[in-house]
């Protein structure tokens, strides 16, 4: 890990928190975002220093291109990704951006308005550059160009504001430049530098209307998502008050700056956090646990959520993801806001003993088998505990993987209480059909033979 980078993204953190109140988790959202290239919604009423929070952060990002917008229906494509450059369809026309990007060109231009300053024959310089288009012409006659620059398609940063209030007719281009950075105009398809989108509004479409349905695959292309409430700690208002009443209008420095370049290795050394098998074992438990309450968690979402807890190991200074890494996911995991609460109290809760968490959801599987067996009585008894057996088996062979895994004396006491509860619960079914008792090792070592 490269602490000097680390350094520089917490400074840049740090002055954005100075200058804002109970936005911790927001500044961090931000900088997530920004190591890991997803996309960020923000929830809150107005006034709450949302687009205020991601303008400061995005101010110390030197080097980089940013586009603004506040978007509204009569924000037209050509707004948001540039205009045809009708030149480059006239016969003999030059597209702007052939002139811009060639060197030659370019040098010749200079030259000519050095001439033109020193009051020097400009004549054979301007024959030239005539003849010299002409060339390019050719080269480039009868295809379409979109002037970019200063649009989306140009820049590393986009902020949409409202973005929920745009009109139909370029959903399918957000769509597109949100999810694959790419941007298509007149059968031709240019890749876009963008890091992150940002967006913030106060309120979510209602996605059950037929009229706002559509705005759906818009919001699921925002990866990381925020709520804001308003201040509510009374000296930290008064602090920021205080601070802008000393500013008098004025926006304070920009000191903390990180660079493109410095951003771009940032992102190089984030994606060489390590991620231990026992986060992703843990992952896939937090999932079962959500779905099992009825919140939606895309398969989608689960494949992608590691460059998220990398990110957040990475701003902790550690060079692996630790189970603590994973509640930052809680502004990744829901849909509707509702679903926050349940969300949050199940990464806290499974994080901090992820095994006592995988030995209960054994043994409730356990019980639940038990169930099954029990209001199974009028069916062959053989039928009944073959069943059963292959169930506990499968539980069983979870417990030995578990053991052999363990970190120390403590996980394997856990273990083999939890090995012992699943014997009581096999014998004790045996019992109730006086079926022959095997010992659920004897069947494992049977099987492995």
Avoid at 245 to 269: C, K, Y
Avoid at 361 to 390: H, M, N, Q, T, Y
Avoid at 429 to 445: D, K
């Amino acid at each position: 890990m490269n602490q000097i980078l680390r350094n520089k993204m917490r400074a840049r953190m740090d002055e954005v928190r100075a200058q804002v109140a109970e936005r911790d988790d927001l500044i961090e959202v931000i900088a997530i975002a920004l190591l890991t290239r997803k996309n960020v919604f923000i929830l809150g009423d107005t006034g709450q220093a949302k687009s205020y929070a991601i303008n400061l952060f995005r101010s110390g990002i030197t080097g980089a291109r940013q586009f603004e917008r506040l978007m509204s229906k009569q924000t037209d494509e050509e707004a948001l990704f540039g205009r045809l450059d009708l030149s480059s369809l006239i016969p003999g026309g030059v597209p702007e951006q052939v002139l811009e990007r060639d060197a030659r060109y370019q040098d010749m231009q200079r030259n000519l308005e050095a001439q033109m300053l020193a009051g020097q024959d400009t004549s054979a310089l301007v024959t030239e550059m005539e003849q010299y288009r002409k060339a390019l012409s050719a080269l480039h006659s009868g295809e379409p160009c979109v002037i970019t620059k200063g649009k989306i398609p140009d820049s590393h940063i986009c902020f949409l504001d409202e973005i929920f209030k745009a009109s139909d007719g370029i959903l399918n281009a957000l769509l597109t430049a949100l999810n694959e950075r790419r941007y298509t105009n007149e059968g031709t398809t240019i890749d876009i530098p963008t890091i992150s989108f940002f967006s913030a509004s106060n309120e979510i479409p209602n996605f059950i209307s037929p009229e706002e349905k559509i705005l759906k695959p818009l919001y699921d292309r925002f990866e990381l998502k925020m709520v804001t409430e308003y201040v509510e700690n009374r000296d930290a208002r008064l602090a920021v008050l205080k601070g802008k009443q000393s500013r008098q209008g004025r926006t304070a420095p920009v000191v903390a700056t990180i660079s493109l370049d410095e951003l771009e290795e940032m992102q190089a050394d984030v994606r060489t956090i390590a991620v231990p098998d026992s986060v992703n074992e843990l992952m896939d438990d937090v999932l079962c646990e959500l779905r099992s309450k009825n919140i939606h968690v895309s398969d989608r979402k689960y494949f992608g959520y590691a460059p998220i807890a990398q990110a957040k190991a990475w701003l902790e200074g550690r060079d692996t993801v630790e189970p603590s890494d994973l509640t930052i996911l809680r502004h990744y995991l829901w849909t509707a806001p509702e679903e926050r609460t349940v969300i949050q109290g199940t990464l806290e809760r499974m994080r901090n003993d992820p095994l006592k968490d995988r030995l209960d959801g054994i043994l409730a599987s356990a019980v639940e088998c038990r169930a099954d067996f029990d209001s199974a009585a009028g069916a062959p008894p053989a039928r009944r505990i073959g069943k059963l057996r292959d169930e506990y088996m499968r539980l069983y062979e979870q417990l030995v993987d578990l053991n052999a895994n363990a970190q120390n004396q403590g996980e394997m006491e856990k273990i083999q209480s939890c090995l012992d509860e699943l014997e009581q619960h096999s014998q004790q079914a045996h019992s109730v059909i006086n079926f022959r008792y095997v010992p659920l090792p004897e069947l494992y070592a049977l099987k492995a033979g």
